[in-house]
């Protein structure tokens, strides 16, 4: 039986992340979201407030999981019998990067694909280092981040 998993930074999650976990969860019937301990230099929210959100972002979903994983994410999904890795493609930049690390990741772990879906239209310009960028400069994200997201951001702000 398919069992993917869908890793990421997560660092936050946007809605197109969202969207793309109910299209996984739809094809599949089940679905892993893992996130990547490490989100880069300068995360915005630590590995527990990641986890924290897609929860409250995800988890009524019946089929859906929310783990965190460190280091190479083929020992995660190979260690947890997963044998798809679930990666959402936007647009041609994405592509190159996403081309690299899927065949990567299969010359490390040949029984394990990679599979693409789109998300919706309105979320193909939407990443979270965007919306990273939007914050720090003080903009309005509201567009783009679910509103548990966003829940979390104004308390921040409050106590800031
Ligand atoms: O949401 P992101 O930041 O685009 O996700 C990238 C992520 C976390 C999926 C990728 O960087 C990853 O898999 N990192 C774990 C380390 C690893 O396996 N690297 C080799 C990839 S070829």
């Known amino acids: 039986m398919v069992h993917p998993l869908f890793p990421g930074s997560f660092d936050p999650p946007t809605l197109g992340h969202l969207d793309l976990c109910r299209r996984g969860l739809r094809l599949f019937g089940r679905l892993t979201v893992a996130v990547a301990e490490n989100a880069g230099k300068h995360p915005l929210f630590t590995l527990q407030e990641r986890l924290d959100l897609l929860e409250r972002c995800l988890g009524g979903l019946e089929g859906l999981s929310i783990t965190s994983f460190r280091g190479l994410v083929v020992d995660h999904a190979r260690a947890h019998g997963h044998d798809i890795l679930l990666r959402g493609l936007r647009d041609t930049q994405?592509?190159?990067?996403?081309?690299?690390?899927?065949?990567?990741?299969?010359?490390?772990?040949?029984?394990?694909?990679?599979?693409?879906?789109?998300?919706s239209l309105e979320y193909t310009f939407t990443s979270s280092s965007l919306m990273k960028e939007i914050l720090a400069c003080g903009g309005d994200v509201s567009a783009f981040l679910p509103p548990e997201v966003l829940e979390v951001l104004r308390d921040r702000n409050d106590r800031t």
């Open 94 to 119: 994405d592509f190159e990067y996403e081309y690299r690390m899927a065949l990567t990741n299969r010359e490390l772990a040949p029984e394990i694909e990679t599979l693409f879906l789109m998300p």
